[in-house]
């Protein structure tokens, strides 16, 4: 049986079957479906080439996106990572710098306790050592000062003597010089009072002391002064006449030499008799009496009275007791202010070497703490960062990131 055309339904002749029309339809499409083929492929490869770019774009796109997430990410992680390494570097280097001020301080402290006990000995040792010559050295002042004054006191007679002889000086001369002394001495210590000396040639005592009680005067002390190398009993018959010359019981003897056995005060025939050095006070227990009787306005024959008493009282031995030993503890104590003043001078001298020893000794071992710390530093390492180094870094850190 016939075929038919697959084209156009029709039969096809007995001469030609199928293979033979499906090779004729094969030549005549060839050539069309190679064109075709070739249409389709530019096609198919201008669509491809379009797809591709797309994709390739999109994918770039895509890429770039998740490179800049990462690229932050990473940087974000990086940067937390640098802080977190930079904090810690820097509470490791306060921890380290708070050690070393603690052992520096130590041993500050361990070298200045040292410094101070074995300044503290030094400076024992020193006081004692020095108390010791100190008092060797008053010991032997006394027994100097003793043997000096025995000695003073014999050349000072022998030199008065000669200079008698070599000036050719009276004893009228001499006593003026004493008189005079006494006389400024007595103005000085009461200027509120009338002291008068009385001239040569005028009958009468050397020096009469007016005490005033307000306006008027109270009572009389009459001075007699006497520089003469030997003691005379005409003094106390002299002394005798004044208190009838002056109407008062108040005489007083101021003299160098004394009766014998006497010394520094003492009381003859109801005279007193005083040294010079002791007139002054004398004069102010004489003359506090006549001012409180003064004040007690008593009567001219009361008032007599009261100072015969006042006077007897002078003149007994009790009163003399107490003022010889009011003047020895005058006397000592000026010799103790002496004594102590000169110990103080000596003491101060020691203690301000001794000072400027613990001073000397105290740089010295600060200059040696600073040299063993500075040397241990250096061996250890660099210094710890401080606080705005630290921060410093971390900036560094991280533009360094930005540019890796």
Partial sequence: MPGRCPVCG???????????????????????????????????????????????????????????????RAQKDAELKLNKQLLDVEKRAKVAEARAKREVDQARKDAESCMKKEAALIARNLVRENEHKIAKIQNDREKEKVRY????????????ALSRKLERQSGEQLGADAEFDLYSELKRSFPEDRVERIGKGVKGADI???????????????????????????????????????ETPHVIIVTRVFPSKSKGLCVVKEIPIVDKRMAVALACVIREGIIEIAKLHVSGQSSDEKSQELYRYIASDKFTTRFKEIADCVASL?????????????????????HERMEGRHREVEAQIRAIVRGNSRKEGPRPATSSENWQRPANGIRQVQRG
Wanted: charged residues 35%.
């Fill in 208 to 246: 009469v002391h007016e005490v005033r009680e307000g306006a008027r005067t109270a009572g009389r002390i009459i001075y007699e002064s006497k520089n003469t190398l030997s003691w005379q009993n005409d003094f106390i018959t002299q002394a005798k006449k004044y208190k009838t010359q002056y």
């Fill in 10 to 72: 029709q039969s096809l002749p007995d001469a030609i079957n199928q293979n033979e029309l499906q090779v004729r339809i094969q030549k005549l499409a060839t050539p069309a479906l190679a064109a075709e083929k070739r249409k389709l492929k530019e096609e198919f490869d201008n669509q491809l080439a379009t797809a591709l770019e797309a994709s390739r774009a999109s994918t770039e796109r895509r890429f770039e996106r998740e490179l800049r997430t990462a690229e932050a």
């Fill in 149 to 160: 004054e025995a000695e003073s006191a014999r050349l000072q007679g022998k030199l008065e």
């Fill in 334 to 354: 000026r010799e103790q202010q002496h004594k102590e003043r000169i110990w103080h001078e000596n003491a101060w001298q020691i203690g301000s070497k001794t």
